[in-house]
């Protein structure tokens, strides 16, 4: 059975650092593009950031580049994000999701249960 | 970038059917993706590439896309279906996006 379970959400003070992780199993993790989307409470869905199988290509939605930074070991089947300078306005629960497809057309075919992040004083 | 638009809330009677929109600049040129979403549960894939249906989603969901307005059908609407929708595309600056979501209420 295919998985992916988010771990390492918590409260954080506005200005901190947190950093997420993402266990696979059940599918070839080395050769899938895995994505970060968030949604904050009662809100809708936000694309984060995606990364490739070999991390080559790695993009972010503009509300966190320059302060989260995606990252994945293949021989640990597992996926990172580190969040820093975090805001108010990241309090979110946070999905690892598999990205299915081909350019031009992806879609997320696999999401994990979410990891909450809070981001209060 | 490119927006999409949801209404916030579309209700349909029990057993009838329900039609929830996405709207979009031109849309029909791009592959139209929908979710839905439980009350405290991950988003599921319902209809990927506009009308296509992963194992398990019943026959009752369908989709079109056309013009500027992308359709999510759902026939014969039961009680289980209540939930969040949400529409997606990838932009061409390698970005998901989502619509702002529409809750569906089966009356």
């Known amino acids: 059975e295919m998985q992916l379970v988010e771990s390492g959400g918590g409260l954080v003070k506005p200005g901190g650092s947190l950093r997420l992780s993402c266990a696979a199993s059940?599918?070839?993790?080395?050769?899938?593009?895995i994505n970060w989307v968030r949604q904050a409470p009662g809100k809708g869905l936000e694309w984060v950031s995606s990364?490739?199988?070999?991390?080559?290509?790695?993009y972010y939605a503009d509300s966190v580049k320059g302060r989260f930074t995606i990252s994945r070991d293949n021989a640990k089947n597992s996926l990172s994000l580190q969040m820093n300078s975090l805001r108010v306005e990241d309090t979110a629960m946070y999905y690892c999701?598999?990205?299915?497809?081909?350019?031009?057309?992806?879609?997320?075919?696999?999401w994990g249960q979410g990891t909450l992040v809070t981001v209060s004083s | 970038s490119y927006e999409l638009t949801q209404p916030l809330s579309v209700s349909v009677a029990l057993g009838q059917t329900a039609r929830m929109t996405c709207g979009g600049n031109?849309?029909?040129?791009?592959?139209v993706h929908w979710y839905m979403q439980k009350p405290g549960q991950a988003p599921v894939l319902v209809i990927y590439?506009?009308?296509n249906r992963p194992s398990g989603i019943p026959e009752r969901f369908s989709g079109s896309n056309s013009g500027n307005t992308a359709t999510l059908t759902i026939s014969r609407a039961q009680s289980g279906d209540e939930a969040d929708y949400y529409c997606q595309v990838w932009d061409t600056n390698f970005a998901g996006v989502f619509g702002g979501g529409t809750k569906l209420t089966v009356l």
């Open positions: 999701v598999r990205l299915a497809g081909g350019n031009p057309i992806y879609y997320f075919d696999y």
């Open positions: 031109n849309i029909g040129s791009r592959s």
């Open positions: 590439r506009d009308t």
């Open positions: 059940g599918f070839s993790f080395s050769v899938s593009s």
């Open positions: 990364i490739d199988p070999t991390s080559n290509y790695i």
